[in-house]
């Protein structure tokens, strides 16, 4: 009922930046807790940061904390992910999720979006 949709991913060199986006439709985005995840080729899926509804919670992987940022406007029924200094390491699929709580567990999310492949070059 809820469709999610990323956008923004691409290549970025070793140490720059990048702003990946998912707009929402459907049921209300504010009614929801945002995920990001991402996925390398032959791993699992892992965590990489939640933001609760009112945007006033956020949680982060040890991997990513200090460089990422995500972020929401309610108003756009827009998430972010701000991405700083990225590394060859971060390279995989990112997919923005929507559930019921801000949790690291996947499993906990309700609708995922298709995913925007985000490359960092060396």
């Known amino acids: 009922q809820v469709q999610l949709v990323e956008s923004g991913g691409r290549l970025v060199q070793a140490g720059g930046s990048l702003r990946l986006s998912c707009v929402a439709s459907?049921?209300?985005?504010?009614?929801?807790?945002m995920g990001w995840f991402r996925q390398a080729p032959g791993k699992e899926r892992e965590f990489v940061a939640a933001?609760?509804?009112?945007?006033?919670?956020?949680y982060y992987a040890d991997s990513v904390k200090g460089r990422f940022t995500i972020s929401r406007d309610n108003a756009k029924n827009t998430s972010y992910l701000q991405m700083n200094s990225l590394k060859p390491e971060d390279t995989a699929v990112y997919y923005c999720?929507?559930?019921?709580?801000?949790?690291?567990?996947?499993?906990?999310?309700?609708?995922w979006g298709q995913g925007t492949q985000v490359t960092v070059s060396s």
């Open positions: 999720a929507a559930g019921g709580i801000a949790t690291p567990r996947n499993d906990e999310y309700d609708y």
């Open positions: 459907g049921r209300t985005f504010s009614s929801y807790a």
């Open positions: 933001l609760t509804r009112s945007g006033a919670n956020t």
